[in-house]
């Protein structure tokens, strides 16, 4: 499966919640917020999420951004015991980013132009 950047999760968000009046600094942050959970993975265990963190996946959700599946399995004493995955519905997150995107080009070191040059300039403590 192929993996999503950063720039393709904001333009994304930008073309859902965007549209709806969230400012554009909120769109980045929610789109740190949302990779900080998946990471490289294209899916997330539900327990992992407390009970905001799941509120924002469900509105993510309700803009086709991510989608739910489940898996049961049976525990020794006789259990079943259901385990729930929020996925990144990839293909809808590059498509939207491809029609609303303007820097949607992929560029792995990309991040490195936010940086402040401040960042690259300072001193690394003596041993």
Do not use: C
């Not at 192929?2 to 549209?19: D, F, K, N, Y």
């Not at 006789?78 to 996925?87: A, D, P, S, V």
């Amino acid at each position: 499966m192929p993996i999503v950047m950063m720039s393709e999760v904001v333009q994304a968000l930008r073309a859902t919640v965007g549209r709806h009046g969230m400012p554009d600094a909120d769109v980045r942050a929610l789109a740190d917020y949302l990779m900080s959970f998946f990471g490289f993975e294209h899916e997330v265990i539900d327990n992992n999420l407390d009970v905001a963190d799941r509120d924002v996946f469900y509105m993510l959700e309700e803009e086709g951004l991510l989608t739910t599946r489940q898996e049961e399995i049976h525990i020794k004493k006789g259990k079943l015991w259901r385990i729930h995955y929020w996925i990144l519905r990839v293909d809808r997150i590059k498509s939207l980013a491809k029609k609303g995107g303007k820097d949607v080009h992929p560029d792995a070191f990309g991040v490195y132009d936010e940086i402040p040059d401040d960042i690259w300039a300072r001193q690394l403590p003596a041993r």
